[in-house]
């Protein structure tokens, strides 16, 4: 799959930034009028709101498209919304909207994905597919491939986040790394991070910013607001437009590759350590798994149940202490754990299922003898 940019004529980073919700024709004239001073490339402003839970502002409908028009004539900046139906998709085509951005509640439904391909088939609008709300790798190809499949060139992802059960720093954990497999397998696809719905709270969106700049995002998407606090939607995560600017204008562009000896020779020294230590771990995993698989043969023989809750608890518990003495985050020794534990599940279970294939061939052989 071949994607063609969004922004052709634009230095990467490309910022997004917009209110959560248009609320009233005054909030989002004052907050684009903001904007346009902080150099943004794409003004948001969300019309249809999906709402996790019913009750909640679901957004002013058809009418803020006239004031996303008004942005537009004024401004002069092009102006995004997201889209949930084929409706949502004829109506933003017949106000002009410039660029289509698909939620995290619509990529998880194969269904709406077909129906808004479909309903833009034939134009060449551009379109953002954000990542589902859980972290499917493959619902969000899917999605990119159902646009792509309908004559859909101008596509780019939005990186937001992904919910789960439980405390965290983020409102949606960013598990980079699926952003980062993403950028690998399509290198022409543009890749957004939406900074404000991975954080949640404004007082960590300078880092993730930072740390979207490090890992070569191509630009930012973030939630502005000239109220914040007074925000029908997602008040706690949004900023003012100077805020917005203070905040940009403070992030550190790194350069992705340098020609310095001293530099090359000091980083080649570390990848070779690296490569030597990524090898270790490889063999002490591989040993762990052989030991997991001798104590799948005993408990094959006592007729022992695979998962040993106690046991999982203890071992989670002096992983943590160790992780925490290592300078080692409890959210990555909580990934490591949940792999390394689902991996030991499934050796011994196979342990356990070959054993038994094999005395049932046995007998059958056996008994055919
Ligand atoms: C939004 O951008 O306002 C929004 C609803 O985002 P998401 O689909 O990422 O939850
Ligand atoms: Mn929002």
């Known amino acids: 799959m071949e994607f063609s940019p969004i922004f052709p004529d634009k230095k990467t980073p490309i910022l997004i930034a917009g209110p959560c919700s248009a609320e009233t024709e005054e909030q989002v004239l004052t907050t684009a009028r903001g904007l346009k001073n902080e150099g943004i490339d794409l003004f948001r402003a969300g019309i249809w709101k999906p709402r996790t839970r019913p009750g909640a502002f679901e957004g002013i409908g058809v009418q803020g498209l006239s004031w996303l028009r008004r942005v537009k004539e004024e401004t002069g900046l092009k102006v995004t919304t997201e889209v949930a139906n084929a409706q949502h998709v004829y109506e933003c085509l017949k106000y ?10 619509t990529t998880v439904n194969p ?4 129906e808004i391909a479909d309903a833009l088939s034939g134009t060449d609008i551009p379109v953002m597919v954000k990542n589902p709300v859980n972290p499917d790798y493959k619902l969000w190809v899917g999605a990119l491939e159902r646009l792509h499949k309908a004559g859909l060139k101008r596509v780019a992802a939005i990186h937001r986040g992904f919910s789960s059960y439980g405390d965290s720093k983020y409102r949606n954990v960013p598990r980079w790394q699926m952003a980062i497999d993403l950028m690998q397998e399509f290198p022409g696809l543009e890749v957004i991070c939406d900074i404000s719905h991975i954080c949640g709270r404004r007082d960590i969106l300078a880092e993730t910013a930072q740390k979207a700049y490090d890992l070569n995002f191509n630009g930012l998407m973030v939630e502005v607001h000239p109220t914040p606090d007074a925000a029908w939607s997602d ?4 900023i003012t437009p100077e805020r917005f600017g203070e905040m940009t204008r403070g992030l550190l562009r790194r350069a992705t590759t340098v020609n310095d000896p001293e530099y090359l020779a000091r980083i080649e020294n570390c990848r070779s350590e690296i490569d030597d230590l990524d090898e270790e771990i490889i063999a002490l995993v591989s040993r762990r798994m052989q030991l997991v698989r001798e104590i799948g043969v005993v408990k094959k023989e006592k007729n022992v149940a695979v998962l040993q809750p106690e046991r999982f608890r203890a071992l989670r518990e002096a992983l943590h202490r160790r992780g925490a003495k290592s300078e080692l985050s409890e959210e990555f020794i909580n990934l490591l754990l949940e792999a390394v534990h689902q991996e030991s599940i499934n050796q011994q279970e196979l342990v356990m299922n070959q054993v038994s294939v094999i005395s049932e061939q046995s007998t059958v052989s056996s008994y055919q003898g």
């Open 235 to 238: 008040a706690a995560q949004q």
């Open 96 to 105: 002009g909207v410039d660029v289509l951005w698909i939620g995290a509640r």
């Open 111 to 114: 269904f709406s994905v077909q």
